[in-house]
């Protein structure tokens, strides 16, 4: 097979794994990264496409295919092994994250949330209550059990709810990257392993910009603006990107897709 050949057939495997239409990844937040997805049984072959996913991934990475796939930090880890923990939730709802920072920090003792070890979970539309442990929803969190739920939370949102999805991937997966190969790696570098640096497209970013405060495209400071950030090799541009969206990638579908706080915003 050409090389050619080779890039085109993996692209092409690699965009399908992530059609919504399968059901098997979801986007994080902020659009730029996939995870797989608690709900992918609507999907009654899910399973396998998982498996299938896995080794479509693990032969990349053998062949030292870079993929136009980007996973959260968190499934990173999976793959790796790595243990989890509530900070990894920032790479899949950044806003979910800062709301267990806020509990971690405060003394929740007398604000009434009425937070017990469960957690209410959205399937297919309809609302059920999941125990974060053993009669979870009859036991409460208090300011001096907090840290264990918010931890039982982040484990429920980054692995028991996808720990099939996870386990038939790896299955997948695992019959071209040894377990023992794994362990050479941390999650970023599995990341540039697979992904490598994200191409941006600059004729999509400068499109999908708006100014103010009395500037528009023809100011001069606006021209050395662009100047600059063309000058710049492409690892530095990303810094640039994430420095100013919080995000070192861009959305699927380009950057008319970025996100912000109240929704999708230009850059």
């Known amino acids: 097979m050409g090389a050619g050949v080779k890039r085109e057939f993996f692209d092409l495997l690699s965009k399908e794994i992530l059609n919504p239409d399968y059901a098997l990844f979801t986007q994080s937040t902020d659009g730029t990264t996939f995870q797989p997805n608690s709900n992918s049984s609507i999907n009654p072959d899910h399973l396998n496409y998982f498996q299938f996913a896995g080794r479509i991934i693990g032969m990349a990475l053998f062949h030292q295919q870079l993929l136009q796939i ?20 920032a790479s899949i709802d950044p806003d979910y994250a800062n709301n267990l920072q806020w509990i ?47 931890q039982l939370v ?18 997948g997966f695992h019959e071209f990257v040894p377990r023992s190969l794994l362990s050479l790696f941390d999650e970023y570098e599995l990341e540039m392993c697979l992904s490598g640096l994200p191409k941006i497209d600059l004729d999509d970013w400068k499109q999908n910009t708006e100014y103010s405060g009395g500037f528009d495209e023809d100011s001069p400071v606006v021209k050395w603006f ?11 541009q990303v810094q ?25 915003q230009k850059f």
């Open 240 to 264: 640039v990107l994430q420095f100013v969206t919080g995000s070192s990638r861009v959305p699927l579908g380009g950057f008319a897709n970025l996100v912000g706080a109240g929704g999708l």
């Open 226 to 236: 662009w100047e600059l950030v063309e000058s710049f090799d492409c690892k530095v």
């Open 154 to 171: 982040a484990e429920m949102r980054m692995t028991r709810a996808i720990q099939r999805q996870i386990e038939h991937f790896l299955s």
């Open 104 to 150: 971690l920090d405060n003394d929740i003792s007398d604000l009434g949330l009425a937070l017990t070890f469960s957690v209410e979970t959205d399937v297919f539309g309809a609302m059920q209550e999941v125990d974060l442990k053993a009669g979870g929803s009859a036991i409460g969190v208090t300011d001096e059990n907090k840290e264990e739920y918010v």
């Open 70 to 89: 980007y996973f959260t930090r968190s499934f990173f880890k999976h793959i790796l092994g790595i243990p989890v923990d509530y900070n990894d939730v």
